[in-house]
């Protein structure tokens, strides 16, 4: 649970600062 949770989070910060 928590490293689906922090793969997802990860993910998310990867594509904003991409952004």
């Known amino acids: 649970m928590v490293d689906l ?4 989070t990860s993910v998310t ?4 600062k991409k952004k």
């Open 5 to 8: 949770a922090d793969d997802t």
């Open 13 to 16: 910060i990867t594509r904003s």
